[in-house]
């Protein structure tokens, strides 16, 4: 059975950094396909899919955070990364990690309802 804990998450002041990991518990990077992701949930807000990263590396992102996070993954520790970059207080949010298994929805859209999901790591950026 997969399990996902994710660590990482922190305040920061709006325009800072903060790198986001997820350990992989009961999966082996490279075994089979797997899509990993992250999505987010702000207080009183819908779930909303940041990115995701498959098997062989192709990335896609939210509009939302474009050009500011980048996800990676290192097979060899089986941990998945959200890099966060020029934070605004918008990305204020619980984030998750996530995977699924099933080809063709490696994106952010789809992130939210993946079968495997971590606890979540908070993640507060203030102005």
């Known amino acids: 059975q997969l399990q996902l804990v994710e660590s990482g998450g922190g305040s920061v002041q709006a325009g800072g950094s903060l790198r986001l990991s997820c350990a992989a518990f009961?999966?082996?990077?490279?075994?089979?396909?797997?899509?990993m992701g992250w999505f987010r949930q702000a207080p009183g807000k819908e779930r909303e899919g940041v990115a995701g990263i498959d098997s062989d590396g192709s990335t896609s992102y939210a509009d939302s955070v474009k050009g500011r996070f980048t996800i990676s993954q290192d097979n060899a520790k089986n941990t998945l990364y959200l890099q966060m970059n020029s934070l605004k207080p918008e990305d204020t949010a619980m984030y998750y990690c996530?995977?699924?298994?099933?080809?063709?929805?490696?994106?952010?859209?789809?992130?939210?309802?993946?079968?495997?999901r971590g606890q979540g790591t908070q993640v507060t950026v203030s102005s």
């Open positions: 009961g999966y082996t990077y490279s075994t089979y396909y797997m899509c």
């Open positions: 996530a995977a699924s298994p099933a080809v063709g929805y490696c994106y952010p859209q789809y992130v939210a309802d993946f079968g495997y």
